[in-house]
């Protein structure tokens, strides 16, 4: 990348954080298949405090965590212990039992019934499985108010039981899915997930400060999570994940750096090979980034029910959405630059990332805001995407 992308990228992050609706600080991040080309920070840890953002501070990743869990999938298929189309009740028992909430009777209980079919890993891992979050679907949103559904940011073993909304395969919603392909690593490795992460994922790639469970050394550089007000202001949180937690969860539990997730990134623009070993074979990593979504599904946009948590939101509106195995796909080009079958997703405290195998770069963008899809985080994120691919045609 050259100068003129170091100048815009720059002024998006001065931008971010200037203005009576700034975010508190960011850190972003670009890489190429040689190594990290970017990687800068701006304004603060937390609004009531003056210790400067760095490049190298502790973020919730919250669900840029899934794409690392659907490489924990794909590797235990690459050995031959996990069939993506079995009934994924045969690693994770309780996919067996699961029923779909079809609405709630007079007295408001919940109406089941059983699946038409068993769900699978596959749909699983691309949002067709039938799992929501409370935050985007009202069915879940009135379980967690009336019969004490817990949040799944109390990484417990109980927020994993919710129904179905519908049949596998029949709808995509956004949801809890890759817990549950998380629940299918460990049933078939017989490991909790952050060990298997650990050995398989961290270690060839050099990702030392990811972790689902905080320790002091890491809570000295923790990013403070913030709430945007109505008015535009910041309300800093005490927010933080149980560490240890009762269960690791693959949608959204890890920490770490943006550092960190670049070498994860850099990764998938190489074929699988990652700065200390290869994670993944480049057959698979081909075909994981195809369209597995079925045909006649689509990424839709995100409802936001409970306003606190998420606005409603979509990426590239108006531009063709599907999903592969670890990333959503734009089908057509979006309008950053970004090129059709480019790769990427986020993370509910507006952190986003995207990566583009054709042109062989990724980058990742991370701030702790609540609701999802914050206006200035999400809109400085798409200028920062934006000049990564002016400075490609320039």
Known sequence: ??????????????????????VPGVVAGLTDRTGTVYLEAAGVRRVDGDIAMTHDDVFALFSTTKAITATAALQQVERGSLDLDAPAKEY????????????????GEPQLRAPKTDVTTRQLLTHSGGFGYDFFNEHYKRLAEETGQPSVI??????LTTPLLFDPGTKWEYGTNLDWVGQVVEGVTGKRLGEVFAADIFAPLGMDSMTFALDDARRTTLAG???RNEDGSLTPMDFELPSPPEVDFGGHGLYGTVGDYLKFIRMWLNDGEGDHGRVLEPATVEDACRRHLAEGLSVTMLPGVIPSLSNDAEFFPGVPKSWSLPFMINEKEAPTGRPAGGQGWAGLANLFYWVDRENGIGGFWATQILPFGDPTSFVQYLGFESAAYAALQA
């Open 225 to 227: 999570v913030h709430a």
């Open 154 to 159: 109390t990484a417990t073993r109980a927020a």
């Open 92 to 107: 994770a028992p309780y996919l067996g039992e699961v029923q779909v909430i079809e609405g709630f009777d007079a007295a």
């Open 1 to 22: 990348m050259n100068e003129n992308f170091r100048h815009a990228a720059d002024e998006v992050l001065r931008t971010a954080v200037s203005g009576d609706e700034r």
